[in-house]
């Protein structure tokens, strides 16, 4: 080295250089330099790049003057590439020193290289900005993303335009099916698309046997030409991240730059796989917290919701679904849900996947006896296809009970008014039938012509019986705590259905204990439900195609007690079915046929009279029902009617108004009063019995209930305000034997109600009541 030319450090060492380091250009530059020797004035600095060999690029010129005058100049090499020269000249001539041409060439040669250094920096921190932007965008737009599909679509928009890429594709099976998205930003051959698509799979870690399907978007402004590549440029490298969740890889992004890319490409593709990654594991928290939600609200619905799929495979249920499932879906059935109870589902998914349309509400019939109602409809998949079925089923039991209920109720209601129409019909002629062939018997001298009437009245007896028996069953009345005999209630139900079961060839034998105590409750809800016992063993017994016998038994059964059996040599009652019998609306009858409401009600019944009932029953030999009551201690002195003649005072003659609009009625009873040894008076309605009244004194008034014009009530009211006090001389009778408000008024004004049709001996008696009643008053 010579020891004459100082290092370049030292060369460096003297002079303030940190404005040189400011300056941008080579001009500037030399100006700095040149303002560090002495005399800068003089000094004349040239800077030529092998370009600008020819020209003067660059100077600092102290004196122009100087330059054209041509002084001498010593050059100076400044290194880097290109390497500069430097030209030094001194005005005057002089030449400049070495030493001042070595320190400005050192000089430019360090503004050069930082100048250069600051300008990769520069670049570094540009590209680095423009990474930055890159990714805040992707932040950006990834944030709005409320679906992994918009996540995806957003990231390789953003991706590809940071990095000029190719395409894009994103792998995943977040909902069940293996994708690929393979986003282009212009094309791609097939065989490149399915390659990419599949190492993106495997990068996803998606399970092989999973067919991928490979969905292929163009991404905003999709240029049709293909890459453009450097000639030079070999064949750029795909790059692949997975995307992770809580430690798990659960999709993938991938991304093929148009030309082989440095480090910083691969930087950006990852910086944006993270951000992509924090993105779908938001999306996927809020997914998982909406399906909670929408879960629960699902497990606390009171419906079963099933989803199916095509081949009625359960894939998922709810809380109540669940519970329901062990009963529908049988262990054999591999989880298909082919049919609830009785309804078949298959025809049901054909309607909706072949035809798309979602069948009406269906109903099912579940074992046990719950009846569900089946909503079957469509889950769309993508492009609105259905792609399962949800099944909707509610437990209608409950419902459905209270609906037969209450057309049983409107059935039985509309039936009582048309029988109490009927009765009501029939029960005046009947009283004309009853009544003379009673007088005619009593009056006829040929015994045979007696005989014959003596049946007429027989009959027209059990006309009458029918006639109550089918009263009681219409009626619906107040429980209510009588005194009665189990024989009576039996009778009356045998007489009710003896025809109607010997018709069919089902006879009924009785079996009536002697002695058997009273009871105490109510005659009617007994009749009902001896009744529906001997309708159930007529329907048994037919239902076996042939004949049989009912018995009907009644015992004093152990002190205490009372006992009524029907008994039937019917098909018995199988096993299986003895523990349900009792259960309202059971009933294996055909529909139309039974409502299963009979035994249920018998148990009501009994249960209200504080009895048991029991069954005995074998298959093919028959059933018998017992019903044990307590026998009566309640001493009731309203009884039907009594039993025992009173006993018969010598009649006095009494002049009696006789009101009723059925004139053969009224002529029965002025008759029949006549032969009492009274004067008797018809006349047709309230008004003319008033006018008369008006007139003329009466000991007793017999009139009808209902009449048109004036009836038996108002006449009575009419009566009271004439003469207060008149209504001891009132008698009602009435035909209407459904409704309560005869009773009711006639108890109010404690007057005696004679039912039609009567017996001519009650109508004495009651007769005879009434006068002495007026007599003793
Ligand atoms: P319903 O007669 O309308 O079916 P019930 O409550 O009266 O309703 O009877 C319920 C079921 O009990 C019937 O459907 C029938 O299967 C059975 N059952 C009742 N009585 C008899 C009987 N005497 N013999 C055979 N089965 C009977």
């Not at 035809?355 to 009846?371: D, F, H, I, N």
């Not at 139900?493 to 025809?499: D, F, G, M, N, P």
């Not at 009466?698 to 009836?711: I, K, Q």
């Amino acid at each position: 080295m010579d020891p004459t030319r100082p290092e370049k450090g030292d060369l460096l060492a003297g002079p303030d250089w940190s404005r040189l380091i400011r300056v941008t250009g080579p001009e500037a530059a030399l100006e700095v330099i040149a303002a560090a020797f002495d005399d800068p004035e003089s000094l004349d600095l040239v800077l030529r790049s092998p370009e600008q060999e020819s020209g003067e690029a660059a100077r600092h010129c102290g004196r122009a003057a100087i330059v054209e005058s041509g002084g001498r100049c010593r050059d100076a090499r400044v290194g880097g590439r290109p390497v500069w020269t430097l030209s030094v000249r001194r005005a005057g001539g002089t030449p400049p020193a070495a030493a001042e041409v070595e320190l400005a060439a050192a000089a430019l040669a360090a503004w050069r290289s930082a100048r250069g250094e600051i300008g990769r920096g520069e670049q570094r921190l540009r590209a680095r900005a423009r990474e930055l932007d890159m990714l805040q965008d992707l932040g950006r737009c990834a944030a709005a993303a409320r679906t992994w599909d918009a996540l995806f679509l957003e990231a390789a928009t953003v991706l590809q335009e940071g990095t000029g890429a190719d395409l894009v594709v994103a792998a995943h099976a977040l909902a069940g099916e293996a994708e690929a998205r393979v986003f282009l930003a212009r094309p791609a051959a097939d065989a490149v698309i399915e390659a990419l698509a599949a190492r993106a799979a495997a990068t996803a870690e998606l399970p092989p046997e999973l067919p991928l399907r490979v969905a292929v978007e163009r991404l905003p402004g999709f240029e049709e030409s293909h890459a453009r590549r450097r000639a030079d440029s070999g064949r750029p490298e795909a790059a692949f991240a997975p995307l992770e969740r809580r430690g798990r890889t659960v999709a993938a992004l991938g991304l093929l730059p148009s030309e082989p890319s440095g480090e910083r490409m691969f930087r950006m593709f990852f910086g944006a796989a993270n951000q992509v990654s924090l993105h779908l594991e938001r999306i996927l928290t809020v997914l998982e917290a909406e399906q909670d939600r929408f879960r629960s609200i699902l497990d606390s619905m009171p419906q079963a919701v099933i989803l199916a799929d095509r081949s009625l495979r359960v894939v998922q249920a709810n809380r109540s679904a669940s519970a329901l499932l062990g009963r529908l879906v049988p262990a054999a059935g591999e989880g298909r849900l082919a049919r609830v109870g009785d309804l078949d589902l298959a025809p049901l998914a054909a309607e909706v996947f072949e035809r798309g349309l979602s069948p009406s509400e269906q109903e099912a019939r579940v074992e046990g006896g719950t009846v569900l109602a089946v909503t079957v409809s469509a889950l769309a998949g993508k492009g609105g296809r259905p792609e399962a079925l949800v099944l909707v089923l509610a437990d209608v039991t409950e419902r459905r009970r209270l609906q037969a209920q209450l057309a049983q109720a409107e059935k039985m209601s509309s039936l009582g008014e048309m029988i109490s129409g009927i009765a009501h019909e029939l029960n005046n002629p009947l009283s004309s039938v009853l009544g003379y062939s009673q007088l005619a018997r009593g009056s006829a001298s040929d015994p045979k012509l007696a005989a014959r009437l003596e049946v007429v009245h027989r009959e027209a007896r059990r006309c009458q019986r029918i006639v109550q028996n089918l009263l009681s069953f219409a009626r619906r009345y107040e429980p209510e705590r009588k005194l009665l005999s189990v024989n009576e209630v039996a009778e009356s139900v045998i007489a009710l259905t003896a025809y109607q079961f010997r018709v069919s060839d089902v006879r009924i034998e009785e079996d009536l204990g002697r002695d058997v105590p009273t009871i105490v409750g109510d005659p009617h809800q007994l009749q009902q439900a001896v009744l529906n016992l001997m309708s159930n063993a007529h329907q048994a017994i037919r239902s076996a195609g042939r004949g049989g016998i009912i018995t009907v038994r009644t015992r004093q059964a152990r002190p205490g007690w009372v006992s009524l059996e029907v008994e039937d040599d019917g098909p018995g009652i199988p096993e299986s079915v003895r523990p349900r019998i009792f259960e309202p609306f059971f009933t294996t009858k055909a529909p139309g046929q039974g409502t299963g409401l009979g035994l249920s009600l018998v148990e009501g019944a009994v249960e209200a009279h504080r009895g048991r009932i029991s069954l005995e029953s074998e298959e093919g030999r028959g059933t018998r029902f017992r019903i044990e009551l307590p026998v009566g201690t309640e001493e009731s002195s309203v009884r039907e009617r009594p039993g025992v003649e009173e006993p018969h005072e010598a009649d006095v003659p009494a002049r009696i108004l006789v009101v009723d609009d059925e004139d053969s009625v009224a002529q029965l009873i002025c008759e029949t009063l006549a032969d009492e040894g009274h004067r008797t008076e018809p006349v047709r309605d309230g008004r003319d019995a008033l006018d008369l009244l008006r007139r003329e004194e009466f000991d007793l008034v017999v009139a009808d209930l209902r009449m048109p014009g004036m009836g038996g009530a108002s006449l009575c009211e009419e009566m009271e305000r004439m003469k207060p006090g008149v209504s001891s001389r009132i008698l009602l009778t009435t035909g209407d034997t459904v409704s309560r408000e005869p009773e009711a008024f006639a108890r109010r004004k404690g007057i005696d109600v004679l039912m039609k049709p009567f017996d001519l001996d009650d109508l004495r008696r009651a007769v005879r009541s009434r006068l002495r009643a007026r007599r003793e008053s």
